[in-house]
T-cell receptor, first 110, second 114 residues
């Protein structure tokens, strides 16, 4: 099955700085890579996703890049704000069965 | 739309007891799934369904049963709860075609098995 590794497990950044989270996956058949944000006591919420036929996607302060050859993808958050503090999960899927990374706890310091 | 709803929000069980976690969605999604979330392990797929009457096992199915009699509902049953099933359980739903596989998660059920 698919194995997704996510790094780092915790990330502390100064407000206004950038945050980068990296994930690798093992199954070359995976073709859909979503990123979820989870706030305390809530379910994961999709923030951005990318499909295997695209190398990069951007949505305001959030961007995701995908390198299918190397089997890794990354989340970039620019100009971080206190409300960006949360747990972020990457995932990979080839048939609607999502395999998740272990999560990254992001703390934005004011 | 209410989206994906889950009940109860929190439950305490004794070892050996049974219970059903409820999940419902009002988005007419074909695909529904159950995940458990444990510290440091992300979310792991328990069971999933691609439509009414069709279910299949995920990564960690042991100790859990599911059924899908309607498009809207996808209950998860614990027949004999064990302390190892203490976790937070999330239900999710999505379309299953046309590149619309974005999964929408419910708010979760926190389960404690003593």
């Amino acid at each position: 099955g698919e194995n997704v590794e996510q790094h780092p497990s915790t990330l502390s950044v100064q407000e206004g700085d950038s945050a980068v989270i990296k994930c690798t996956y093992s199954d070359s058949a995976s073709n859909y890579f979503p990123w979820y944000k989870q706030e305390l006591g809530k379910g994961p919420q999709l923030i951005i996703d990318i499909r295997s036929n695209v190398g990069e996607k951007k949505d305001q302060r959030i961007a995701v890049t995908l390198n299918k050859t190397a089997k890794h993808f990354s989340l970039h958050i620019t100009e971080t704000q206190p409300e960006d503090s949360a747990v972020y999960f990457c995932a990979a899927s080839s048939d609607y069965k999502l395999s998740f990374g272990a999560g990254t706890t992001v703390t934005v310091r004011a | 739309n209410a989206g994906v709803t889950q009940t109860p929000k929190f439950q305490v069980l004794k070892t050996g007891q049974s219970m059903t976690l409820q999940c419902a969605q009002d988005m007419n999604h074909e695909y529904m799934s159950w995940y458990r979330q444990d510290p440091g392990m992300g979310l792991r797929l328990i069971h999933y369904s691609v439509g009414a009457g069709i279910t299949d096992q995920g990564e960690v199915p042991n100790g859990y049963n599911v059924s899908r009699s309607t498009t809207e509902d996808f209950p998860l049953r614990l027949l004999s709860a064990a302390p190892s099933q203490t976790s937070v359980y999330f239900c999710a739903s999505s379309y299953s075609s046309g590149g619309k596989e974005t999964q929408y998660f419910g708010p979760g059920t926190r389960l404690l098995v003593l």
